[in-house]
């Protein structure tokens, strides 16, 4: 495992272009993900500033996305702009950054009554401090119980 840096200096969040404190970020009552989960996340590891596999975590992004629903053509250049605002206001430290897209608030359909333009599609990530790991922890346990 490499050398772990100090981890970044407080939680950060991104929601639709502007950089805030996760306590004062909010997200409409009517955005889509809330109302019916129509929504995709991805979390992506940091280490001294720098993401870790951003592409790979992007592709994953967009297929959950189109599975959920929403047009990843709506989303993807905002995206990594949330990504690149966030390690600027996040320093060199080590976190973890979650990427989330919703289908933005609309009116309280099941189905939505028109298809997804850029503006519809909701966007936030989340940068977090890494914690710390344990390597001999780390090492008697490998992989993850689901149920």
Do not use: N
Not at 27 to 39: A, K, N, T
Not at 46 to 55: H, K, N, W
Not at 84 to 103: C, M, R
């Amino acid at each position: 495992m490499s050398p772990v840096t100090a981890p970044i200096a407080k939680p950060l969040a991104w929601i639709e272009g502007t950089v805030l404190s996760p306590d004062v970020a909010r997200v409409p009552l009517e955005d889509r993900g809330v109302l019916f989960g129509e929504s995709a996340y991805e979390a992506v590891l940091t280490r001294s500033g720098r993401v870790f596999a951003l592409e790979p975590h992007l592709r994953r992004l967009e297929r959950s996305a189109t599975g959920a629903g929403i047009c990843p053509a709506a989303f993807r250049d905002r995206i990594r702009g949330a990504v690149d605002a966030l390690l600027e206001a996040g320093g060199e430290g080590d976190g973890l950054l979650y990427l989330h897209v919703t289908g933005g608030a609309a009116p309280r359909e099941h189905v939505p009554a028109v298809a997804q333009s850029a503006s519809d599609v909701a966007e936030a990530a989340y940068g977090w401090p890494a914690l710390a790991v344990d390597d001999k922890a780390s090492s008697e346990h490998r992989g993850t119980d689901v149920v």
